[in-house]
RNA sequence: CGCGGGGUGGAGAAGUAGUAUCUCGUCGGGCUCAUAACCCGGAGACAUCGGUGCAAUUCCGAUCCCCGCAACCA
């Protein structure tokens, strides 16, 4: 029989600024994700990448001097680099300035002009010459830039192509209507279907080249480049071959998508009208997650000044390795609303949970049964991901279905203070001097409970588990797992 | 009256018309298999003011405060 496909993506980071916290916590969740199908014999196609085109990124590149592409390429290195600090499993790394994406998106524009839903009409520019920057209406205070509040800003008038968003809105309103878990939370779902329901407008999808080369060319139209987000959308199925390769679109087509809140409009409304536009069948599922917040619960921004080591990935990755980094975004960080972090945060999680919690469970359970020589059966559990009659795993599963990774790691976490309790209580350490049998009764279920733990730990902390695993199959007493940081 | 979300012990989360739960931290005790880890116990909370109810943290209203969004910030 050939294995059910599973198509998940995460958003594309624009590669203005280093890689943060707040895409790693999206690319793990999508990960753990990818895992979990793999280890239920889902054919798994899973993918991420960089976005390369826009105003932003051109500006950049030219302040700091270099070719745009040379600039693009560093950026999308970094963003690479996180597969073996989160320990990622993607099978694609998309770029939109990938020669394959850039056909792709000159199709789909097609598609929609013939569709009758691109057209050309005169959009006004608000222009502060002080910044000497275009400027959006919620950049402006009263009206004026707040960086210059004595000019006023000009108006110009450029012709720019547009997309008839406004046609898709009850188009827009059924597809939610058939799909009560399209958008995951339900209070991001709400916020979409009343921004639908107050009316749309259609938006502008090119700009000038001569102001603006950095973009996917417009068929057709040597003056034109497609704007930033038209171009950038059409990685989720750019990245699985179409619209060359049927066979393997049509496999994985539609799919799961991940996303941070700010990403809402664009992939539950703007996206899916454009896929509808092309003729494509709309997005499966959407998660959309909280931001990662500062200890006072600002954003983190450039403009803030609050980016920089704490939150940096390879920071973490750095000082507690790729698991624990996985476990504190996953356990810590809250899957739907925003969440305060800092790095004391991150050390008492990993204190609290990987050292104290599951570390040290593992060296006392491990030292019982290397001293008093247990003998150890774990081979039921060795297939466990393949049966279906475990009700802890199937609980365990079902938040996974809902997005509730916390709640999923809970379940683990409780199981964690049940073991250490019933070491506590049964003391088989002191038993072992009256009621050998007994004692070894005990810590051999201690042993099988712990490498249930570790099985069901294979799609969140991979490496910790594998380890786990291999500890217990060898009967040998280890290093700490997680040593505790002070 | 632009739209929406929300205020639960020091921190983070649950939850319900009827003893308010869990995790972290904190304080006291216990244990020694373990990474000063682990176990037990204590202290500590439903933003404010009204209303309805036998009973409100939960329902309703008002107030205060936080936070998003407000259209092309990728």
């Not at 597969?83 to 792709?104: C, G, M, P, V």
């Not at 619209?243 to 809140?261: N, S, T």
């Not at 060795?382 to 009659?389: L, V």
């Not at 409780?414 to 019933?422: A, L, P, R, S, V």
Request: with cysteine; net charge neutral.
């Amino acid at each position: 029989m050939d294995k059910r496909p599973f198509y998940l993506t995460t958003t594309l980071p624009y590669v203005n600024a280093d890689p943060h916290i707040g895409f790693a916590l999206e690319v793990v969740q999508a990960d753990i994700i990818a895992r979990l199908k793999r280890l239920e014999e889902f054919d798994v196609f899973f993918n991420t990448g960089t976005d390369e085109h826009g105003l932003k990124i051109y500006k950049k590149a030219q302040e700091e001097g270099i070719d745009v592409q040379k600039y693009v390429d560093k950026y999308a290195k970094k963003f690479d680099n996180l597969k073996k600090a989160l320990n990622l499993s993607y099978d694609a790394f998309i770029r939109t300035t990938d020669e394959h994406h850039l056909s792709a998106t000159k199709e789909f524009w097609n598609r929609c002009l013939k569709n009758g839903d691109i057209y050309k009409k005169n959009y006004k520019v608000k222009y502060c010459v002080g910044c000497e920057l275009e400027k959006t209406d919620s950049e402006l205070v009263n009206n004026k830039c707040h960086e210059h509040p004595n000019r006023e800003l000009e108006i110009i008038e450029e012709e720019n192509y547009f997309f008839r968003f406004s046609k898709y809105q009850n188009a827009l309103l059924d597809l939610y209507e058939e799909n009560p878990d399209f958008v995951t939370p339900d209070f991001r779902f709400n916020e979409i279907k009343s921004f639908v329901k107050n009316g749309l407008m259609d938006f502008s999808i090119s700009r000038l080249k001569k102001k603006m080369p950095w973009g996917a060319p417009v068929p057709g139209d040597e003056n034109q480049v497609m704007f930033v987000w038209f171009d950038a959308l059409i990685n989720y199925i750019s990245t699985l071959g179409w619209p060359e390769d049927k066979e393997k679109f049509e496999k994985f087509w539609p799919g799961i998508q991940f996303a941070g809140k700010d990403n809402l409009r664009q992939q539950s409304a703007m996206w899916q009208a454009m896929l509808l536009s092309a003729g494509l069948p709309t997005t499966k599922r959407i998660m959309i997650h909280g931001f990662i917040l500062t200890e006072s619960g600002e954003k983190i921004s450039k403009s803030a000044g609050n980016t920089g080591r704490i939150t940096d990935p390879f920071y973490y990755f750095n000082e507690y390795g790729t698991d624990a980094v996985r476990y504190y975004l996953i356990r810590h960080i809250h899957p739907f609303e925003d969440t305060n972090f800092s790095p004391e945060k991150f050390k008492e999680g990993y204190n609290a949970g990987l050292a104290n919690g599951l570390g040290n469970l593992v060296s006392r359970v491990v030292k019982m049964c290397v001293n008093y020589d247990v003998s150890v059966k774990v081979d039921e559990l060795k297939n466990i991901w393949e049966t279906n009659s475990d009700s802890e795993l199937k609980k365990y599963k079902s938040y996974f279905e809902k997005f509730e990774f916390n709640k999923a790691l809970d379940l683990i976490w409780n199981k964690i203070g049940e073991m250490d309790k019933k070491i506590t209580d049964t003391q088989p350490f002191k038993l072992i001097k009256t009621d050998e049998k007994k004692a070894k009764e005990i810590i051999s279920e201690l042993v099988f409970d712990l490498y249930k733990i570790a099985k069901l730990l294979e799609p969140v902390m991979p490496e910790t588990a594998q380890k786990i695993q291999k500890i217990i199959e060898d009967k040998k007493m280890p290093e700490p797992l997680f040593l505790r940081k002070e």
